[in-house]
């Protein structure tokens, strides 16, 4: 082995109204650190409060649009909208979380977050805000509805292929745990976590909203042929969480290949689940497919807390130039006032939208250039306008009575950091451990010193992978090598499984540390008679 160096209907459409799914698990909503804040902001006397930021470039500008056309809509009267501090100011202040104590206090306390986009330090510095709020609040799925609006030309509104899907991403878990180490001198890790508890949250709240939104087609995305464990698993408990929904058809596909089917013929689609790298990437492609980000509307669940957000950029080339499009961030607004139940408004709101588009109303980065391009905040003004109109050549929303606040929080968790779990009662054995050797040698010199070290130990060499490919006792010569090793030791033929802990395998890796610098370990072990770690390549 060679080293290497170096839809729509023609009926009155309903809405969904945006609720927390049921849970068989409780979880909490974790302040970030033991630093005391200052006391929540005041609210006004009848009003649900409501956190407001900004964002960054553009962030402001379309901010002021959308609550301009909430004021108009009569939401100032039952929302009290105050401001918290995050955002690319607080970083330059040396905040690597991206916003105050007083901030993080004041989200705690109301439970609903509006955020305009926000600058993420890139390579180096601090962790996205965005991820950060997402995972410290528990808000543990994002439900984004992809949806042709009128007056926004795509491939498939010029064909008469009318768009009308939800994608449900889990939100905490996958790579975006940022678990990350250089572990050699040419290699990097990211640990990518899958959780059954995570799995059973975000299926149980995709079936869920699906039942509420008429919805009765599931499919379930993701890599399994592959990542067999962590992509098996989410699969799996796709299919658990299924039963409890006998009404609603399932389906899974493998994710290249629902990108295809997604460019090619996405109507066959009404709601698809992800994991979170995967979900996030196939956002933003569906996001293409009706015009892109800036028409992609968001929020972000959770129990106790949750965020309603543009996703797109910030835009930093045109900002200050007041020509910025707020149609991502009032979809998203949109949600959040059916999330607190203010239905009416909601839908009041979203017609007067329609009705606007439909009319050839636009900023400059979209629509019939036979129309004006509006400024963000004449855009604003010509949707408020519009107020108590209607769309003709879509259907309109279905304006509820519902117009008052109707969210009842969760209770707050008995203790912060609570514990979630699936399996319970599961029988570990300990069979063996992975070692991960930085080193440049051969891997017939590698496997000489293992076999040296084994001597003595209930263990004996079985395996020796290089990025997951086996290169030892057999493989190809044309495999090049990195620097990087893992070495599997599992327990000879006369152990019994269970016969010991997880001490003889320390004590393995203490004779080949040695030798050599170990990066990592995992401990094997199989689970009701499972095997709890994968194959390699080639093995």
């Known amino acids: 082995m060679m080293m290497i160096r170096a839809l729509h209907g023609r009926v009155a459409r309903k809405s969904p109204l945006l609720e927390t799914a049921t849970r068989a698990f409780s979880t909490s909503a974790v302040s970030f650190g033991n630093t005391k804040a200052a006391p929540a902001a005041p609210k006004q006397e009848g009003k649900f409060r409501v956190a407001v930021a900004d964002g960054d470039g553009i962030g ?91 007056g926004v030309e795509t491939p498939f509104s010029k064909a008469g292929i009318p768009i009308n899907f939800y994608i449900v991403r889990e939100n905490i878990e996958d790579t975006y ?39 009765n087609h599931v499919h379930c995305g993701h890599k399994a042929n592959i990542m067999k464990m962590t992509d098996g698993l989410f699969l799996d408990r796709f299919r658990v969480a299924a039963k409890d929904f006998p009404a609603i058809k399932t389906g899974d596909v493998i994710v290249d290949a629902l990108c295809m089917n997604l460019v090619m013929k996405p109507q066959q689609y009404k709601m698809i689940v992800l994991p979170n790298l995967q979900g996030d990437i196939v956002s933003d492609l569906a996001a293409g497919l009706v015009g892109g980000l800036g028409f992609a509307s968001s929020a972000n669940i959770g129990d106790h807390i949750s965020i309603f957000e543009a996703v797109h950029g910030t835009a930093p080339d045109i900002t200050g ?34 009705a606007a588009l439909e009319s050839g109303v636009r900023t400059g980065d979209f629509g019939n250039t036979s129309f004006p391009a509006l400024s963000t905040i004449d855009y604003a003004n010509a949707i408020a306008r519009r107020l108590g109109e209607v769309p003709t050549t879509v259907p309109p929303t279905e304006v509820p009575a519902s117009d008052s606040v109707t969210l009842v929080r969760a209770p ?48 004996k060499l079985t395996l020796i992978s290089n990025r997951g490919t086996q290169v030892w006792p057999t493989g190809s010569k044309y495999t090049e090598c990195v620097d990087y090793y893992r070495v599997r030791f599992e327990i000879r033929d006369n152990v019994i499984p269970g016969s010991f802990g997880q001490a003889p395998c320390v004590n393995l890796m203490d004779k080949v540390a040695e030798k050599f610098s170990i990066c990592s370990y995992e401990l094997l072990r199989t689970f009701d008679g499972t095997k709890g770690y994968s194959l390699a390549q080639g093995q």
Request: with cysteine; glycine share 8%.
């Open 60 to 150: 402001p500008e379309i901010m002021e649009a959308t609550l301009k056309i909430f004021e108009a809509a009569g939401v100032n009267d039952k929302l009290d909208f105050f401001n918290v501090d995050m955002g690319a100011h607080i970083f330059q202040k040396g905040n690597t979380r991206g916003m105050t104590d007083q901030a993080v206090a004041d989200i705690e306390s109301t439970g609903i977050l509006f955020k305009g986009p926000m600058e993420t330090p890139k390579g180096k510095g601090g962790k996205s805000i965005n991820v950060t709020a997402r995972k410290m609040w528990n808000t543990y799925a994002n439900l984004r509805q992809f949806l042709t609006l009128p």
């Open 177 to 215: 745990g940022s678990v990350e180490h250089r572990l050699t001198s040419d290699m990097m890790q990211c640990k990518r976590l899958i959780s059954a508890p995570g799995c059973d949250l975000i299926h149980r709240f995709a079936f869920h909203t699906a039942q509420r939104l008429g919805i």
């Open 321 to 354: 130039k007041g020509i910025a499009n707020p149609t991502a961030l009032l979809l998203s607004g949109i949600m959040m006032l059916r999330h607190l139940g203010l239905l009416k408004q909601a839908a009041t709101i979203e017609n007067a939208l329609l």
């Open 412 to 459: 707050e968790p008995e203790h912060a950091n609570m514990m979630i779990r699936t399996f319970t009662n599961t029988v570990s054995q300990v069979v063996g451990c992975d070692i991960y050797l930085d080193s440049p040698l051969s891997v017939v010199a590698v496997a000489e010193e293992m076999n040296r070290v084994t001597e003595d130990t209930p263990f």
